[in-house]
């Protein structure tokens, strides 16, 4: 199983990145793909997620309005567009696919229940930076 984070890249405040996960190994319609970050100092972040099941879509709050996941099952690969870029965005994402959402979903809606480790998450990609500057 690989995931292949891909896209990222140094932007100014406002600006956009589309960020891809090619995912080889294991079938989109059975795992739920997220999006995570980690800044320097900082713990990992979930930042969306996309359920195997019927495509349905999860953003913390810090992306919601400006992030948007999507997957191609075609090119098994999950997409983050991200626009309106703030430096507090900066961090190195990652990929990362489960079986069981409500791991994924612990991380990313704090209403769902205390964090999961991040052990629990089935697989995980490596990551690729996002710089944004002011």
């Known amino acids: 199983v690989q995931l292949q984070a891909s896209g990222g890249g140094s932007v100014q405040t406002g600006g956009s990145l589309r960020l891809s996960c090619a995912v080889s190994?294991?079938?989109?319609?059975?795992?739920?793909i997220a999006w995570f970050r980690q800044a320097p100092g900082k713990e990992r972040e979930g930042i969306s997620c996309?359920?195997?099941?019927?495509?349905?879509?999860y953003y913390a709050k810090s992306a919601k309005g400006r992030f948007t996941i999507s997957r191609d099952s075609a090119k098994n690969t999950v997409y983050l567009q991200m626009n309106d870029l703030k430096p507090e965005d900066t961090a190195v994402y990652y990929c990362?696919?489960?079986?069981?959402?409500?791991?994924?979903?612990?991380?990313?809606?704090?209403?769902?229940?205390?964090?999961?480790?991040?052990?629990?998450?089935?697989?995980w990609g490596r990551g690729t930076l996002v710089t944004v500057s002011s």
């Open positions: 996309i359920a195997s099941s019927d495509g349905a879509k």
């Open positions: 990362a696919a489960g079986k069981i959402i409500y791991y994924l979903l612990t991380h990313i809606l704090p209403d769902v229940g205390k964090k999961s480790d991040l052990g629990d998450v089935d697989y």
């Open positions: 190994g294991l079938n989109l319609d059975d795992y739920n």
